[in-house]
């Protein structure tokens, strides 16, 4: 059974720092894209980033809002995916979820609160 | 960037009744390998998203056939043939053809 299970949320002050991790299990994680998704409380969904596999390079890409603030990578023998938040907004505030590349499987979610 | 637009955004229906919820995309989404990466999710009220459809009209394993993908370029539909209770949520478009991908609204389901 494929699980993705988030962690890491909470509350953070504005310019703060926090870092998800995004544990999977049931697939072969290596060998699958994997993307960050954000929805912001009672919004709609909207795209993070994505880190490519290993052998597709494992580059990754982001979009505008969090370009040069937020960093993806991957542990391939640990199963896990990261995402790295700096320089949090009180916009960057949402439910993160990391999903597999085709985004057929999601996992539950953790929420992050950048609040003073 | 693509920009997605669904309409409607609210759409009441009947218990049993058909539904529709389009999503328009300001680029054709037809990728350079023939493919359209057009995906319709589904989101319960405090639950992930769950994909529904893929590339445009592919039904994900476990989806009821009632649920039906249709459209090219850049009109795309989603069709719910007699609606259920537990089809209540917000559906979702998204691209996956340009980068950035991009996600439409959402359109919100629920039982008049």
């Known amino acids: 059974e494929v699980q993705l299970v988030e962690s890491g949320g909470g509350l953070v002050k504005p310019g703060g720092s926090l870092r998800l991790s995004c544990a999977a299990a049931g697939f072969n994680f290596n060998n699958v894209w994997m993307d960050w998704v954000r929805q912001a409380p009672g919004k709609g969904l909207e795209w993070v980033g994505r880190i490519k596999r290993k052998t597709d390079g494992g580059t990754t890409d982001y979009a505008a809002p969090v370009k040069g603030r937020f960093t993806i990578s991957r542990d391939d023998p640990k199963n896990t995916l990261y995402l790295q938040m700096n320089s949090l907004k009180p916009e960057d505030t949402a439910v993160y979820y990391c999903?597999?590349?085709?985004?057929?499987?999601w996992g539950q979610g953790t929420l992050v609160s950048v609040s003073s | 960037d693509v920009v997605m637009t669904q309409s409607p955004l609210s759409l009441p229906v009947t218990l049993g009744q058909p539904a529709a919820i389009s999503c328009r995309s300001s680029?054709?989404?037809?990728?350079?390998?023939?493919?359209?990466?057009l995906i319709w999710f589904q989101q319960r009220p405090g639950q992930s998203p769950r994909r529904l459809i893929y590339?445009?009209?592919k039904r994900d394993s476990g989806v009821p056939d009632r649920f039906t993908g249709s459209g090219s370029g850049t009109d795309f539909t989603l069709k719910i043939t007699r609606v259920e209770a537990e089809d209540v949520g917000v559906y979702y478009c998204?691209?996956?053809?340009?980068?950035?991908?991009?996600f439409g609204q959402g359109t919100k389901l629920e039982m008049k």
């Open positions: 999903a597999t590349g085709p985004f057929d499987y």
């Open positions: 998204m691209q996956g053809t340009h980068w950035p991908y991009s």
């Open positions: 590339e445009v009209s």
């Open positions: 680029q054709s989404l037809v990728y350079s390998d023939g493919n359209t990466y």
